[in-house]
């Protein structure tokens, strides 16, 4: 019998390898235009017409509502493309890509919600379409070229592989009605844990959310000019963050279900505060206590809040598949996005942090920003930009949630 | 028996087919297992990834944490849902209503049981609400940890309540049949019911049991969302950690990933072997005997 | 008269943890806020229903695909066990346990290593991304479970009927849809319910090979799960399983009339 499944084995692995030597599928095909070299006018005339199809987190029905509806509409109206969004994982559109890539294919991928370590993987392996900001009109209208969030993500440098689609900041948020003073810093958590015993925790790495709790938590603790330019070498880093780990573990006790275990995504924390089992939530979403308050899932009493040192800040980016069969659309509907009429559209439905320089907008526009509803319960915009922390390098990320998996967890 | 024929062919032709698709996707993860992921610059082949992951405490540790779900739901359910079984035919409800509502679990996706395993079992679930308010407990705190918990209950249970049902379907029609006719004739016979039941319904109806079991062993084995969602941080189950690894931006990390998988093919594949020859001696003691 | 006591309580036992979870869906899909330690909601909301009926997933395209392609999956996967039970019952040959393992094969896969690898190879035949690539994908899942709810029955049965149709001068065609074929009907229920199952809750392998192109109602029901909003997760849940469910009673009414109709 062991013959029998080695011979199936054998026969498996010459099927797959016959398959690769094949593997040339269709190249992009009827490609008139010379993209990267052509006018904008050019570019959108390609485009009308066609179907550009948007991949990413498909979890938030408000932004697949503002996607299908605004967004939809404008580039409908203005240019006759159709926009199909698709839900899917970051980390599936990266496998799904490199498989394409493998056997050389043409792809239904046109652009992709993308940032942080996934660019930088994404971009390394070559699944990125690129440069192409430096065509698009509004990237230059409306967005501000220094901009440290515009010249790099998680420090990889973007070289006009993907333009900024909206900003995230990490904010923590409690109700007020139960928990009256909120923590100011790592040292006020650490009594407030105390005193709160079970009913703190924070999401287990790789989380997005929970990774960028940890990582604010070094950065106050161990400074972050030190990591610009770390090495991504285990020791080394586990060396810088050593006060940090020391925190952590004792800060374990006070912890739901003692530190020996964290819930799996920042989603499960959020229900769980909701339900009163937590007394303190985080999310990457700056104003997502309003639209929780709004929707009836926290009370009226809950509060956004920072620590005094400030929070992580990065910012989502729209990137471009390299095997899109649609490269002009999505450069098209990827200019839209950053139009000014879309971005303010996008601040008050969605209410996320715009990504156009308030400088660059002309006094109606800045007045239309102004006078958006943020809701209750949330931090001012200004407020928020002011305790903003740079990102940490992209490739020092997953070594940090090894750190914390191994010296942390149970401790 | 007929010997072999033109017939024959055509009736085999599509499952082969369909098996070359399967052996080709097989045989291209295996490959990725092996380093061979030519868009990631990896070449060559080599058995280096396995060794790297068995010399891994971590991969160890999950291996056993995932055996022992997989071991521990596919007995209980199998046992349960052969229960369960018997007694939908024992009441002649093997139609209507309440095979309806033996189908809604297993129609219910693995995400859902783990919803209402959440929405149930955890500490401020539904039963810990019902004993605050029967004054058993006063705070949450104090009511049972059954999810998160390092030994897993919290996804075997999901699984049991999936997978028991499952169990009870699959061997329903078989166990009709065998009692309607057979079980029916012992009892004529003068035999008890359950005598009748564990002497004949029961051993003959024994093919659609095991294959249920094995086939709720190796899913549980491999299975994902339950372990991730219901599960402990440490240790991880074997199908959470090679996600974790297959996830991870590293794309060169990829052959990692897959050597765990690879792992889990092959452990279900030596499952599947046992379950085989296991069965063939219990036939032929069982054909000896009656 | 112990012994009936016994089957009622299992019974009973089932009814209750089944029911109670499925009503705990219901009442879930109206509730914004249900805070520790109320025993009902504190908080209902309309918000739910309305997005699952006018929102831009857009649920009658979805019913309608997703149905469309279970029950495409249940017939030829039915179809196919057919013809596979019968070769193992009725010829001697070697190889069978080959073609045994083969049917089994699939059950043997991760489902995470069966997306992907699927995924690669159709891309070199060119069906990634398309319909026939994900109905091939669920097809694979569904075999085995066809398979062998097929191979049962069709050895219970055995081919006697049909055998004495031949006898009696019957072709083989209309031997095996008139003699056999009524007697199979039970094993040919059970494996399309289960087909139609199978199919209807894939969600990673129609993700993965249909490329986000073939959309079903799990494909949106999953991320919503994920993405812990539970109100929205347990509307499109009370969906999925109430449309598969109706799926099955109008499919057995049919049957039913028909049977009554023929005989």
New interface residues.
């Given amino acids: 019998?062991k013959r029998?499944?080695t011979t199936?084995?054998a026969?498996?692995?010459?099927?797959?390898?016959a398959?690769?030597g094949?593997?040339n599928?269709?190249g992009p095909a009827g490609n008139s235009l010379d993209l990267s070299s052509a006018a904008w006018e050019d570019i959108v005339e390609e485009a009308r017409g066609t179907t550009v199809?948007f991949?990413g987190?498909?979890?938030?029905?408000n932004r697949?509502?503002w996607l299908?509806?605004d967004v939809a509409e404008y580039v409908k109206e203005r240019y006759d493309i159709t926009l199909d969004?698709?839900?899917?994982n970051i980390?599936?559109i990266?496998?799904?890509l490199?498989?394409?890539?493998?056997?050389a294919?043409q792809?239904?991928?046109d652009m992709i919600w993308i940032n942080g370590?996934?660019f930088?993987?994404a971009k390394?392996?070559g699944l990125l379409y690129g440069p192409f900001t430096h065509q698009l009109p509004n990237m230059d209208k409306y967005i501000d070229p220094e901009d440290p969030e515009t010249l790099a993500d998680f420090s990889m440098p973007i070289e006009g592989y993907e333009a900024p689609y909206a900003k995230a900041q990490m904010v923590l948020y409690l109700d007020t009605a139960v928990t009256p003073n909120a923590p100011a810093s790592a040292g006020e958590l650490m009594t407030f844990c105390q005193e709160n015993p079970?009913k703190v925790t924070y999401p287990?790495l790789?989380d997005f959310t929970g990774s960028a709790f940890i990582r604010n938590i070094v950065y106050e603790l161990c400074g972050w000019e030190q990591f610009q330019d770390m090495e991504a070498d285990y020791d080394t880093v586990k060396a810088a963050v050593q006060p940090a780990i020391d925190y952590l573990v004792e800060l374990n006790p006070y912890l739901w279900?003692q530190g020996?275990?964290?819930?799996?995504?920042?989603?499960?924390v959020?229900?769980?505060f909701?339900?009163?089992?937590l007394v303190m939530s985080m999310s990457y979403g700056p104003f997502s206590v309003s639209t929780g308050i709004d929707?009836?899932?926290?009370?009226e009493t809950t509060q956004t809040f920072v620590f005094d040192k400030g929070t992580i800040g990065n910012t989502n980016y729209m990137g471009i598949a390299f095997n899109s069969p649609n490269k002009a659309g999505a450069m098209v509907v990827i200019d839209a996005i950053l139009s000014a009429e879309l971005q303010l559209s996008q601040y008050a439905t969605l209410r996320e942090l715009p990504v156009v320089d308030f400088d660059r907008l002309s006094a109606g526009e800045q007045e239309a920003f102004g006078q958006v509803d943020l809701g209750q319960g949330v931090l001012t915009q200004e407020d928020l930009l002011r305790h903003r922390l740079p990102e940490m390098p992209?490739k020092l990320v997953?070594v940090i949630e090894e750190i914390w998996?191994n010296e942390v967890?149970?401790k | 028996m007929k010997k072999p024929d033109f017939t024959l062919i055509l009736l085999l032709l599509p499952l082969a087919l369909v098996t070359a698709l399967v052996l080709a996707a097989c045989g291209a993860v295996l490959l990725q297992s092996l380093g061979h992921v030519p868009a990631f610059g990896l070449a060559g082949l080599t058995l280096g990834y396995y060794r790297d992951v068995f010399h891994d405490p971590d991969f160890l540790g999950a291996l056993a944490v995932s055996l022992s779900i997989a071991l521990k739901s596919a007995i209980l359910a199998a046992a349960l849902g052969t229960a369960l079984c018997a007694a939908l035919v024992a009441r002649r409800k093997t139609g209507g209503p309440m095979v309806y509502l033996v189908r809604f679990p297993i129609l219910a996706p693995h995400a859902v049981a783990a919803l209402f395993a959440i929405l149930l079992l955890s500490q401020t679930g539904l039963l810990a609400r019902l004993a605050c308010a029967l004054g058993l407990i006063s705070d949450f705190p104090q009511f049972p940890q059954l999810l998160y918990t390092p030994g897993y209950e919290g996804a075997i249970l999901a699984y049991l309540w999936k997978e028991i049902p499952f169990v009870a379907y699959f061997s329903l029609a078989l166990m009709s049949s065998v009692s309607a006719t057979l079980g029916e004739a012992a009892q004529n016979l003068g035999a008890s019911p359950l005598r009748a039941f564990f002497t004949v319904t029961l051993p003959l109806s024994l093919p659609a049991i095991s294959k249920a079991f094995l086939i709720i062993f190796i899913f549980a084995f491999g299975g994902y969302e339950l372990p991730m969602l219901l599960g402990a941080t440490l240790p991880k189950a074997l199908p959470v950690q090679a996600h974790l690894t297959y996830m991870s931006p590293e794309l060169r990390d990829r052959p990692y990933a897959m050597a765990m998988y690879g792992t889990i093919l092959i452990l279900s594949a030596a499952m599947a072997r046992l379950y085989a020859l296991l069965t063939r001696r219990l036939m032929k003691k069982l054909g000896g005997t009656v | 008269m112990r012994r009936s006591i016994v089957p009622r309580l299992i019974l009973a036992l089932t009814a209750a943890c089944i029911v109670i979870p499925a009503a705990l869906l219901a009442v879930w899909s109206f509730t914004a806020r249900w805070p520790w330690p109320n025993l009902l909601p504190e908080r209902y909301t309309p918000r739910t229903v309305s997005e699952l009926l006018f929102g831009s997933a857009k649920l009658s395209r979805l019913l309608g695909s997703s149905i469309a392609l279970a029950a495409a999956v249940a017939v030829l996967g039915t179809a196919i066990a057919v013809l596979t039970a019968r070769a193992e019952a009725l010829y001697r040959f070697r190889g069978k346990e080959l073609i045994r393992l083969g049917s089994w094969l699939p059950l043997l896969i991760p489902g995470t290593v069966f997306a992907i690898g699927f995924h690669m190879v159709l891309l070199r035949l060119g069906l990634a991304d398309t319909v026939a690539g994900v109905l091939l994908v669920h097809l694979v899942a569904a075999l085995p479970y066809c398979i062998t709810i097929m191979a049962d029955v069709t050895r219970a049965v055995g081919f006697g009927l049909e055998e004495q149709a031949a006898v009696l001068g019957t072709g083989p065609f209309r031997a095996f849809f008139y003699a056999a074929l009524p007697s199979l009907l039970p094993g040919v229920l059970s494996s399309m319910s289960m087909a139609f199952t199978l199919s209807y809750s894939q969600y990673f392998t129609t993700l993965i090979v249909g490329g986000g192109r073939v959309k079903t109602l799990a494909l949106v029901l999953v991320p919503y799960i994920q993405g812990g909003d539970r109100a929205l997760a347990s509307v499109y849940a009370a969906a999925f399983t109430g449309s598969a469910l109706a799926v099955f009673g109008i499919f057995e009414w049919i049957i039913y009339k028909v049977q009554r109709g023929g005989t």
Avoid at chain 1, 11 to 17: D, I, P, Q, T, V
Avoid at chain 1, 57 to 61: R, T
Avoid at chain 1, 274 to 277: F, I, L, S, T
């Fill in positions: 019998m029998l499944l199936l084995l026969l498996a692995m010459a099927l797959s390898l398959a690769c094949g593997g599928g269709g199809t991949y987190w498909g979890g938030d029905e697949n509502n299908n509806g969004v698709v839900g899917m980390e599936d990266l496998a799904k490199s498989s394409e890539k493998e056997a294919a792809g239904s991928i370590e996934n930088y993987s390394e392996n079970g287990a790789p279900n020996s275990t964290f819930p799996e995504s920042s989603n499960t959020d229900t769980m909701a339900d009163g089992e929707q009836g899932l926290y009370t992209a997953p998996l967890v149970g």
